[in-house]
Nanobody, 111 residues
Framework: QVQLVESGGGLVQPGGSLRLSCAVS????????VGWYRQAPGKQRELVAT???????SYADSVKGRFTISRDNAEKTAYLQMNSLKPEDTAVYYC?????WGQGTQVTVSS
C-alpha cells in the first residue's frame, strides 16, 4: 500500500520561502506522477502543481513563477519549493500519488 508523508510546513512571513517534502513508501515511485494540492479553510482542495515520471511539470496560475515542483527518484521523495509566499498561500498542503494522499502539512503565511 502506498504511503505518503508530507513535511516542511510552518509559519513564514509574506515574501518568505518554504520547501515541502513528500516521502513515498510502499510503491514504485519513479514512473508515477505526483501532485501537490492545498486546501484553505472553507475552500475546496485545489491542485497546485504536478510532476510526471518523465519530469514534466505543470502549475496552477496562482503559483506560476513562485513555486517549483521537483522529485528525487532515488530518495522516493517529491518536493515543492515555495518562494515569495503570500497570505493567500495559507493552507494545508497535501501530496498525492496513485490516488493515495498524505496527512498534509500546514503552511501559514502571516506577519
Amino acid at each position: 500500500q502506498v504511503q505518503l508523508v508530507e513535511s516542511g510546513g510552518g509559519l513564514v512571513q509574506p515574501g518568505g520561502s518554504l520547501r515541502l517534502s513528500c516521502a513515498v513508501s510502499g510503491s514504485i515511485f519513479s514512473i508515477y506522477a505526483v501532485g501537490w494540492y492545498r486546501q484553505a479553510p472553507g475552500k475546496q482542495r485545489e491542485l497546485v502543481a504536478t510532476i510526471t515520471g518523465g519530469y514534466a511539470t505543470s502549475y496552477a496560475d496562482s503559483v506560476k513563477g513562485r513555486f517549483t515542483i521537483s522529485r528525487d527518484n532515488a530518495e522516493k521523495t517529491a518536493y515543492l519549493q515555495m518562494n515569495s509566499l503570500k497570505p493567500e498561500d495559507t493552507a494545508v498542503y497535501y501530496c498525492n500519488m496513485m490516488k493515495s494522499w498524505g496527512q498534509g502539512t500546514q503552511v501559514t503565511v502571516s506577519s
